[in-house]
């Protein structure tokens, strides 16, 4: 993995605890500074303890961290010479400094590998910008306020009303993100689509077409430089993340107490620019190891009878307090829970029955489509 993103550039940790000391003062003041908004937010009654409770224990954790490494860091960043005890890595991609983090759970399991360029100033760099290269379109090379709008998964492929600078066509990147994904072992992603990457800059500029705000006269400049490749976890070019998404089920998120159970379905992102793949991100990662081929699926008929009887038969386990108007009724793959271990799942045909509303389905009703059993949230993971 660390080969593979960073080629032949020396490599240095970058976890905590080989933060470089100016890197130390400046995410701690960072951690204080935005502990000390929460505070301020629940003292103007914009909040309570309760509503930022989990934020702040996220950031309060991060400081302790940081209080932790300050008394041994170093003014120089560290050579990495050993790739087993440290989850997030440092390199160069052509002029870019770039870094490599492996998000790890609580319970040792790899939630996500991430890469993207630094910039400096951000949380764990330094402010010398002088060793982290330019990033972004070469039209934008002199320009204020750079950035690249990645919003995610495309969904399928969408193209830009803006020329695209990369050098290489959407052909030639898809091409880069699978040879990318050949040597990362993940061959077997499902491809769902690519859109071009686009990018803003705010600038200073002379002229009758810009905005005035607080006497500067400003615009923002727009172009697409590169691509956003998007795979997901799936088989027969079934992705699962677009079959039966049950995170996408509103209802859940509302009454479930424990939604930090749920693991959404794997899914992966790579973004290629003039240097090849610049940033990606793999979340939640699994190894398909057994498939079973020409299953028998239950009737229509017989799906339908299994539904009504469940409504009159566990009519504690659906919402009859208002009139629902089923209109969407979907077959596709989810994901079930192992009885013997918690590190395996299960991704079965299902049928799901659902009130469509803006995007999300209300009030489903997931049904077996092998064995007819009903699926509850319980049954997820």
Request: glycine fraction near 8%; charged fraction near 25%.
């Amino acid at each position: 993995m660390i080969e593979a993103y960073f080629g032949d550039s020396t490599v240095y940790y970058h976890d905590i605890p080989h933060y470089t000391k100016e890197e130390i003062y400046h995410s701690m003041e960072v951690v204080k500074n935005a502990i000390a908004g929460y505070q301020q937010e629940i003292d103007a009654g914009l909040t309570t303890e309760e509503g930022v409770s989990r934020v702040m224990k996220i950031e309060n954790d991060l400081l302790e961290q940081y209080e932790k490494a300050e008394p041994s860091a170093l003014d120089t960043r560290e050579i990495a010479t050993d790739y087993t005890d440290c989850n997030e890595y440092l390199g160069y991609i052509g002029n870019v400094f770039c870094e490599l983090r492996f998000g790890i759970a609580e319970d040792g399991s790899l939630e996500y590998i991430s890469a993207q360029p630094l910039k400096a100033g951000s949380e764990g760099t330094s402010y010398d910008s002088s060793e982290y290269g330019y990033y972004g379109p070469p039209s934008f090379a002199e320009e204020q306020g750079v950035g690249g709008l990645n919003g995610g998964s495309t969904g399928g492929d969408t193209t830009s009303s803006y020329d695209n600078e990369c050098v290489l066509n959407k052909e030639e990147a898809v091409k880069k993100a699978e040879e990318f994904q050949n040597k990362l072992g993940r061959a077997s992603q499902v491809y769902i689509g690519t859109s071009d990457y686009e990018w803003s800059a705010g600038v200073i500029e002379d002229g009758d077409d810009t905005v005035k705000t607080d006497d500067t006269e400003s615009v923002i400049k727009d172009t697409a430089w590169g691509y956003i490749i998007d795979y997901g976890e799936g088989v027969d070019g079934i992705a699962f993340c677009k079959s039966l998404d049950f995170t996408r089920n509103m209802d859940i998120w509302e009454t479930l107490d424990n939604y930090d159970d749920f693991m959404p379905y794997g899914s992966s992102s790579f973004i290629v620019t003039d240097q090849g793949v610049t940033e990606f991100t793999v979340s939640y990662p699994v190894d398909i190891v057994n498939e079973s081929k020409n299953v028998e699926l239950l009737s229509m008929d017989t799906i339908k009878e299994i539904i009504k009887d469940d409504m009159t038969k566990n009519s504690d386990q659906y919402d009859f307090t208002q009139n629902h108007t089923y209109n969407n009724l979907k077959l596709g793959y989810i994901r079930l829970k192992d009885a013997s271990d918690k590190d395996k799942c299960t991704y079965v045909p299902a049928w799901c029955l659902s009130k469509q509303d803006k995007g999300y389905d209300r009030y489903p009703v997931y049904v077996n489509a092998i064995d007819g059993t009903i699926i509850r949230s319980d049954d997820l993971i």
